[in-house]
Structures are given as C-alpha cells and as structure tokens.
C-alpha cells in the first residue's frame, strides 16, 4: 500500500529546507581518523563455545548455574579475570568450563604447577591436553589446555569439540 498523500513532495522538501551556502573556507587540512582494531569482547558462559554446545546442553536437559567449585576448583579462573562456568541438569551431570587470559610466563608457571600435582600432558583430544590426575574411577577426567593467550578447563574432554580457538587450531 503507498501513502502519497502523507509524504511532501520533492518540491516541498526543498522548499521547507532552502540549501545553505558553505561559509567555511578553512586552509586547514581536517584531522582523519585512523582506524582501530576492533576490541574484542571478553568471554562470558553464553558466548564462550560454539554454539552446538549450548544446543547440546539445552537437549539434555543441562541449565546454565552458578559455577560452585564442583570436582576441581577452577574458581581462580573467574577471580582473576575470567570465567568459571557449570551447566547441570536434574542429575548428577554437570559439565564445568573455563576461560583466562594468560601470557605465556603466567602458562609456564601454571604448566609447571599442573605436572607437579600430577597433570599429565596428551595429545588427546586436542595437541597440549594436561588430563587430570585419576582420582575416582566414577568421573571422567576433566583438564587444562593453554592455546593463543588462554587456559581453558574443560570438565569433559569431549567439550573441547567445542571451543572455537581449540577446533580452529
């Protein structure tokens, strides 16, 4: 459906706002603006993975919770900048996940920390896998990888399928 009769006119648009004339003569070059590098924006638990694993998570009944210091403490993580994460459902399952900056200094220190409480280095199910130490037979392994600036803890190996910076590697 057009409305004509409720738009003015070319005529009348120029009419109502006569053009002005340009006062400014200025020898003075204006100033440019150079263009940035887009600042990316800091992980959260609803942006950190891809998004199959919160479809995932959604299908088997797993709701986003406040991260309580589960099976391993991970909390370090959020106090220092980034985040700790959990998902649980009605069960027993719960799927914990953790982000932090880290320069490489800070990693190597933290790697030497990981092997001497018994962190053992994989290549499975990514290159860099420090796997938990076993200490109950009732729960799967979690662990740490550092890649590009940042250690991720993954309660699951499998959740690694779904950490952009991991499956991009």
């Not at 459906?1 to 004339?21: F, G, K, R």
């Given at each position: 459906?057009?409305?004509?009769?409720?738009?003015?006119?070319?005529?009348?648009?120029?009419?109502?706002?006569?053009?002005?004339?340009s006062t400014a003569t200025s020898s003075t070059p204006?100033?440019?603006?150079?263009?940035?590098?887009?600042?990316?924006?800091?992980?959260?638990?609803?942006?950190?993975?891809?998004?199959?694993?919160?479809?995932?998570?959604?299908?088997?009944?797993?709701?986003?919770?406040?991260?309580?210091?589960?099976?391993?403490?991970?909390?370090?993580?959020?106090?220092?900048?980034?985040?700790?994460?959990?998902?649980?459902?009605?069960?027993?399952?719960?799927?914990?996940?953790?982000?932090?900056?880290?320069?490489?200094?800070?990693?190597?220190?933290?790697?030497?920390?990981?092997?001497?409480?018994?962190?053992?280095?994989?290549?499975?199910?990514?290159?860099?896998?420090?796997?938990?130490?076993?200490?109950?037979p009732n729960y799967i392994d979690g662990g740490f990888?550092?890649?590009?600036?940042?250690?991720?803890?993954?309660?699951?190996?499998?959740?690694?399928?779904?950490?952009?910076?991991?499956?991009?590697?």
């Open positions: 459906m057009l409305l004509t009769s409720c738009s003015p006119t070319a005529a009348e648009v120029v009419a109502s706002n006569p053009p002005v004339a204006s100033a440019t603006v150079e263009p940035t590098e887009p600042v990316a924006e800091a992980p959260t638990c609803v942006t950190a993975l891809t998004e199959d694993a919160y479809t995932d998570f959604e299908t088997s009944g797993l709701a986003l919770r406040d991260y309580q210091g589960w099976r391993t403490d991970i909390q370090f993580m959020a106090d220092d900048g980034g985040i700790a994460c959990a998902w649980q459902g009605q069960g027993d399952v719960v799927v914990i996940f953790g982000q932090l900056p880290l320069t490489s200094t800070e990693w190597e220190t933290k790697r030497t920390e990981l092997v001497a409480t018994g962190y053992v280095e994989e290549t499975d199910p990514v290159a860099g896998y420090f796997n938990e130490p076993d200490t109950d990888v550092y890649r590009d600036g940042n250690l991720f803890y993954v309660s699951y190996p499998a959740v690694t399928q779904w950490i952009p910076a991991l499956v991009s590697a």
